[in-house]
């Protein structure tokens, strides 16, 4: 197999001459069919690399991340067949990648530096370069590292990698109590993995509490491994000698049901999602229903009815529970069609306010200082142009599109592509005007 043309080929595949073109002012109504989880699939795929049997992964996004991550784990020797949704991944030949392979991968694919942990776990060493992806902040990964260290890993930079190796001569990390300075998703799931398979026991403080860690703990339990605690604050890990495989689904896509939920409040419309889990989007659930949305749920069916007139309401974005940082831009879309004016403050990421110059150049009234966005309703959006800087921002913007007068075209579709499966088509099935060009 040529990997490099592989890896050209998905970046072609999603290609920035892609756009969006929306035929705004249509009433949507029926179902959606969530998908998996993104930000769980990536992870849990990083996760096999600690098994030495197969893992067998469904409701797996058709994702162009998913793709990347999938091109990763070759270059590392694991074989991968995808039928559909299902991820079957054989680690028994797992060896460390070429490095120029690497470094392209990583580079397009933020969460592939996760992998240090597992890798790590099972290698004792590892050189990983520097992570890419969205360009929405810093995104540190100071907490990775100086967490690693605790469990016994030692660490230099050169040209852009990050080189580390186990002290111990075993070759096998040591357990730790680690308090994290804060609530980081990513270094929580780093430390999960790594502590899965080191030597004693390993406490994690002030540990994240996504239902994406709640899901990796989940499978590493299938594994073989002895967690404790996730979703909470404390997490406890006695490490194992190994993992097995097992078989295992992706929770759904909690940030692509908000999206579908506030495309519906910006519509106006009636639609259901399924499967849906409403404890994972009670922060963004109670916000619409003070707007003036109403839920009904069962079965894991949740339906989302709301008022033709919405009322504007404050937001800030903050680690699960909070809001997520994630449904911010599409939320500030919303708003800029409710009656009143709202605040919404970005506590996670300094640089994620990009699309208020696109949604004003929309006719929306939005004004920002010091990561806070003053949000003035206004009665319609017009139909334009724009162009998604991000994943979230691009949605954000087609969201905007659905409910504005006229036509608008958005550009910037291999964002986009990163985190939603069939994203116009979902939507044309509940009578929406898109079409993907």
């Known amino acids: 197999m040529d990997i490099k043309n592989n890896v050209t080929k998905i970046f072609k595949n999603f290609s920035h001459k892609k756009y969006l073109k929306i035929e705004g002012g249509k009433f949507l109504k029926g179902n959606i069919e969530i998908s998996g989880a993104k930000n769980s699939a990536l992870v849990l795929m990083a996760a096999s690399i600690l098994s030495k049997g197969e893992i067998n992964l469904f409701n797996v996004p058709q994702i162009s991340d998913v793709s990347i991550m999938s091109k990763l784990l070759i270059t590392m020797g694991i074989n991968i067949k995808s039928?559909?949704?299902?991820?079957?991944?054989?680690?028994?030949?797992?060896?460390?990648?070429?490095?120029?392979?690497?470094?392209?991968?990583?580079?397009?694919?933020?969460?592939?530096?996760?992998?240090?942990?597992?890798?790590?776990?099972?290698?004792?060493?590892?050189?990983?370069?520097?992570?890419?992806?969205?360009?929405?902040g810093s995104r540190p990964i100071d907490e990775h590292i100086d967490s690693l260290k605790k469990l016994g890993?030692?660490?230099?930079?050169?040209?852009?990698?990050?080189?580390?190796?186990?002290?111990?001569?075993?070759?096998?990390?040591?357990?730790?109590?680690?308090n994290f300075k804060c609530k980081s998703v990513g270094a929580t799931e780093t430390l999960l993995m790594a502590a899965s398979l080191a030597k004693g026991k390993t406490i994690l403080n002030n540990a994240a509490e996504e239902p994406e860690i709640v899901d990796l703990a989940n499978m590493l339990n299938l594994m073989g491994a002895r967690i404790k605690g996730a979703g909470s604050e404390c997490i406890t890990i006695e490490g194992v000698e190994s993992l097995k495989g097992c078989d295992y689904t992706v929770i759904p896509d909690r940030i692509e049901a908000g999206t579908f939920l506030l495309a519906a409040a910006i519509t106006r419309s009636t639609i259901s999602l399924f499967p849906c889990e409403p404890n994972h989007l009670k922060a963004l659930i109670n916000k619409l229903e003070l707007c003036g949305c109403k839920f009904e749920y069962s079965n894991f069916c949740l339906k989302i009815i709301p008022n033709q007139i919405l009322n504007s309401v404050d937001i800030t974005t903050g680690p699960f529970p909070d809001f997520p940082t994630d449904l911010q831009a599409p939320f500030m879309a919303l708003m800029a069609t409710t009656n009143g004016i709202s605040k919404i403050k970005e506590t996670v990421f300094e640089n994620r306010m990009h699309h208020v110059k696109e949604l004003n150049h929309m006719g929306a009234k939005i004004t920002v200082k010091n990561n806070i966005a003053k949000v003035i309703g206004v009665k319609k959006l017009q139909g334009r142009e724009v162009t998604g800087s991000d994943l979230r921002a691009t949605a954000a913007l087609a969201i905007a599109g659905l409910s504005a007068n006229g036509k608008t075209i958005v550009k910037g579709l291999e964002h986009l592509e990163r985190g939603y499966e069939n994203f116009s088509e979902k939507f044309q099935e509940i009578g929406a005007s898109i079409l993907k060009k």
């Open 83 to 136: 039928n559909a949704n299902q991820l079957t991944i054989n680690t028994k030949e797992i060896i460390i990648p070429p490095q120029d392979l690497f470094f392209d991968l990583c580079n397009a694919l933020r969460v592939s530096f996760f992998c240090i942990g597992p890798i790590l776990a099972r290698f004792g060493k590892a050189k990983i370069p520097l992570p890419g992806g969205c360009s929405i």
């Open 153 to 178: 890993v030692i660490f230099q930079y050169r040209n852009n990698y990050v080189i580390a190796k186990v002290i111990n001569p075993q070759k096998r990390l040591l357990g730790s109590s680690i």
